[in-house]
């Protein structure tokens, strides 16, 4: 089930990025999921499903903006590795 919500904007931010209202409506989705992944809000498969693209591409799309796809650190990494 999908909801359908509407958002105001004005005219010329669109004009701006040249972008139809349905290419805005399709990149505000990614960009959300985007941003609501990287705090943590959603998983990397929820935030996907948001963004409506596949789970791998989205993993693509958070290494291309520099999003983490991991919360662990490469010193917590050491030291698991270190503990097996």
């Known amino acids: 089930m999908y909801d359908t919500l509407a958002i105001q904007l004005p005219g ?3 004009q701006m ?3 139809t209202p349905e ?3 399709r990149d505000l989705r990614l960009y959300a999921g985007l941003m609501l992944f990287r705090v943590g809000k ?3 498969g929820a935030a996907a499903e948001m963004s409506g693209v596949p789970r791998p591409m ?3 799309l958070c290494a291309e903006y520099g999003i983490p796809v991991s919360q662990i ?3 917590d990494l ?3 590795l270190a503990d097996e």
């Open 23 to 25: 290419e805005m409506g």
């Open 12 to 14: 010329e931010i669109r």
């Open 58 to 60: 989205f993993l693509d």
């Open 73 to 75: 650190t490469a010193d």
């Open 17 to 19: 990025l040249n972008r």
């Open 78 to 80: 050491c030291r698991e």
């Open 42 to 44: 959603l998983s990397s």
